[in-house]
């Protein structure tokens, strides 16, 4: 069985904070995706990461893939109510996705 | 551009009735298509997966079956609901292990 973790499980902050969610694998996956999930709806990829060591940039989210591939974090910088939602890390394997059990963020204006 | 539909949104089923969740891809071929379920505010848990018409495979054992007819087309189905069925499910594609599209899902409650 292939296992993500994701910590904390919670998270609740003011706006403006700044916050870091983890992922934890105990497998090395060929690439490993963000996505972000709001209530009653699918989830949305945010990135993919491939390479250990690699560090993407999405405007205010800074996602870090670890050197051996098996763990990866997400930093928001000055959260928005906006950002609120479930976060889920997954990793990705001979045409399967493997998704951790996810952060659920509220951050309160 | 590639779509994703998947319904119905809600659903709500006796106990021991059939269930049948109908999900199609448009502006793609040949895709990767998958059934997840979800509780509520946890991770996705992979129930089926295919890569072909015909060609199914599952990743947990339960009173679910799934099948794909058509290259665009993945359907969800049981004979019997259970109680523990009750789950939010979504349908999702993908051309790589890179990314996976989903869609709206469907939020099923047994009673």
């Known amino acids: 069985t292939q296992l993500l973790e994701q910590s904390p499980q919670f998270l609740s902050i003011q706006e403006g904070e700044n916050l870091t969610v983890y992922c934890n694998s105990s497998?090395?996956?060929?690439?490993l995706q963000w996505y972000r999930q709001e209530p009653g709806e699918g989830p949305v990829l945010l990135v993919t990461v491939v390479t250990g060591g690699e560090v993407k940039k999405l405007k205010r989210l800074t996602f870090q893939f670890g050197d051996a591939r098996k763990d990866s974090s997400l930093h928001i910088t000055a959260a928005q109510p906006g950002d609120t939602g479930l976060y889920l890390c997954a990793g990705g394997d001979f045409n399967k996705f493997y998704f951790g059990s996810g952060t659920k963020l509220n951050v309160k204006p | 551009s590639q779509t994703i539909h998947q319904w119905p949104a809600t659903l709500v089923q006796p106990v021991g009735s059939p269930l049948s969740l109908e999900c199609t891809v448009e502006?793609?071929?040949?895709?990767?298509l998958y059934w997840y379920r979800q509780a509520a505010g946890r991770g996705l848990q992979l129930l089926f997966y295919s890569v072909g018409i015909g060609q199914i495979s599952s990743e947990v054992p339960q009173n679910l079956s799934a099948s794909r007819p058509q290259d665009r087309q993945f359907i969800l189905s049981s004979k019997k609901l259970l109680l523990s069925d009750s789950g939010f499910y979504l349908c999702?594609?993908?051309?790589?292990?890179?990314?996976?599209?989903f869609g709206q899902g469907t939020r099923l409650t047994v009673v």
């Open positions: 502006g793609t071929s040949n895709p990767n």
């Open positions: 999702a594609w993908s051309a790589s292990d890179r990314e996976a599209f």
């Open positions: 497998s090395v996956f060929s690439s």
